[in-house]
């Protein structure tokens, strides 16, 4: 069974990371932008950040036989920072019509300050002018609240629900998203946010429909096998291949699809890779090593 992981954050990852990932099945990532852990100072790493993960992290998810895609936004976090924000507004219309983004995201709210709701909505309006789907981060702290304030915001700037996930649910917030029609993604983290085991849970007691696993792998402690390790443990616990397949693989392509960019003819065609191939000049083999066998 093929895996896509929606939400992995592959530029703080390893190469081993890749090869690990797709010797586990996964064929697709999603990259969405996000805080770097250290506070950017300007717009021109905003660019520099957002070129990599559409440029050179895309080539190197290749390299391993995973076709890489990404969303484009400016994060809730560094919504605090005006004179960035502000700068970083003007540079997202650019890239958030190139190859591979699938979404306007990761936004929401962080602390559920005035600068984040401003910025939340300006950016649900880009997302509705290019008419590309939404990716939600709800925030750690307060979440029940984050989360019903960003679906409030969502529903009064008239974006479907249908395009939108919101991502990071919990027990505490599942029921609500599903029953406004927005699809639930849930972040499976080795000992916070979200465990396979609490996933097994949520499937039984609210079926596969729009929910979806991703790993939200980054450079903290986190594990980007988590949505194929959690299959695993779906399938020791009974439940079915189909439902299996919907939060692992197909909810994601369905949502994610809307966006015209992300298509499972892209990887289902992707050839054995040649590590070989440069980017800017160089290769994945550092100091002339040989290919690696996938």
Excluded at 159 to 185: C, L, Q, S, Y
Aim: proline letters at 4%.
């Amino acid at each position: 069974m093929p895996f896509i992981d929606p939400h992995a954050h592959m530029i703080s990852r390893t190469t081993d990371d890749y090869a690990n990932m797709r010797k586990a099945g996964i064929v697709a990532v999603i990259e969405p932008a996000f805080w770097i852990g250290q506070p950017r100072t300007n717009a021109g790493s905003y660019q520099d950040y957002l070129s990599h993960i559409l440029g050179f992290e895309r080539f190197r998810a290749s390299q391993f036989g995973i076709f890489h895609y990404c969303t484009i936004g400016l994060n809730s976090k560094e919504a605090n920072n005006r004179d960035l924000a502000e700068a970083v507004m003007e540079i997202l219309p650019v890239y958030a019509v190139k190859d591979g983004v699938v979404a306007i995201g990761e936004i929401g709210y962080d602390e559920q300050t005035e600068a984040e709701d401003l910025y939340f909505r300006r950016q649900l309006d880009l997302a509705l002018e290019l008419n590309l789907p939404v990716m939600i981060h709800t925030p750690h702290r307060d979440k029940k609240r984050g989360a019903s304030r960003s679906m409030d915001v969502i529903r009064e700037h008239g974006v479907p629900p249908e395009m939108v996930v919101i991502d990071h649910v919990n027990e505490e917030t599942v029921r609500e998203v599903k029953d406004r029609g927005f699809w639930a993604a849930f972040s499976i983290y080795p000992h916070s946010k979200m465990t396979s085991e609490r996933m097994v849970d949520i499937v039984q007691i609210y079926g596969a429909e729009r929910l979806i696993v991703d790993s939200a792998c980054d450079w903290g402690i986190s594990d980007p096998l988590a949505v194929a390790k959690t299959a695993a443990l779906l399938a020791q616990h009974g439940i079915a291949d189909d439902a299996i397949e919907l939060v692992t693989y197909r909810n994601a392509l369905s949502v994610y699809g809307q966006s015209g960019q992300f298509d499972e003819a892209d990887w289902l065609s992707l050839q054995s890779p040649d590590q070989t191939r440069c980017f800017e000049g160089n290769t994945i083999l550092r100091g002339g090593q040989n290919p690696r066998s996938l």
